[in-house]
């Protein structure tokens, strides 16, 4: 069976049901097989909170990132995998989806570790060099880009033929050009978040709501390692005020929608 086939016939029916008491008897004797996940994971129909969850969710991670090679390729990326799983499912539920859930996956899972390379690994010049060889989407780029970045861009490059693979069975590969255009978006993104942090650039916040939802939850860790402006820090800074008192604006100014 497919890994990420497997990942999704797991994690499917935890979305809605509560742990089986023979949860823990059945994961005591399971291989790292996909065989046998396959059958722990129609057994135990878990929810998320559950510490037989966390058991089978760290085998799913090991067999997966194992093929990907997480740790020693991107030391730097956060560990999602099953995570980027349960966003898929949310998009696409039903059982007629598993193709659509598998290449969102990836495709989450590729965007969490470029995030992270963008947001708090690469200097800005590798990035530049990393954003136009993304543009260009060709193996000929290769050289272009920095030893370490070379794995991810070949992930990057193998997900876009898969995909247009996949979708010519269908009829509908002229996706995949409108992809690559919404890649290229978010990549730019990325590099112009980096760009701010090295002109030390505090952008304006208009219209970005999600902006403030976003610093609530990360802003501490974000200013643990150097990272552009939070909302939270400025108004912490600008008001002397106190953590909780720019959480309220924040929420305020969320509810309102008024930035």
């Known amino acids: 069976m497919n890994q990420l086939a497997m990942v999704d016939t797991i994690t499917r029916p935890l979305a809605n049901y509560h742990s089986s008491v023979w949860g823990n008897y059945f994961l005591s004797f399971t291989q790292l097989t996909c065989l046998y996940l396959h059958e722990v994971g129609i057994r135990c129909t878990l929810p998320t909170p ?4 966390e058991k089978l969710k760290e085998k799913v991670r090991q067999m997966w990132w194992k093929d990907l090679d997480h740790s020693n390729k991107y030391p730097y990326a956060r560990d999602k995998l099953v995570e980027c799983n349960f966003w898929a499912m949310g998009l696409y539920f039903g059982p007629q989806y598993i193709c659509a859930r598998r290449m969102i ?88 978040e980096a760009e701010w942090l090295k002109d030390d650039i505090i952008p304006k916040s208009s219209s970005l709501i999600n902006r403030l939802k976003d610093d609530i939850i990360g802003h501490e860790h974000e200013q643990q390692r150097e990272h552009g402006a939070s909302f939270i820090e400025c108004y912490m800074k600008e008001y002397r005020a106190s953590k909780q008192e720019a959480y309220a604006e924040a929420r305020k100014m969320q509810m309102h929608g008024k930035i």
Do not use: H
């Open 50 to 53: 559950d510490p037989i969850y």
């Open 105 to 192: 996956t990836k495709l989450i899972v590729i965007i969490t570790i470029t995030d992270d390379l963008y947001d708090a690994y690469a200097t800005y010049d590798e990035l530049v060099s990393y954003t136009d060889a993304i543009e260009r989407c060709d193996i000929s780029a290769m050289d272009s880009i920095m030893m370490y970045m070379r794995p991810l861009y070949q992930v990057f490059i193998d997900y876009f033929d898969e995909t247009e693979e996949e979708l010519t069975k269908d009829g509908k590969v002229d996706y995949v050009y409108y992809a690559k255009i919404e890649t290229n978006k978010w990549i730019r993104s990325y590099l112009k």
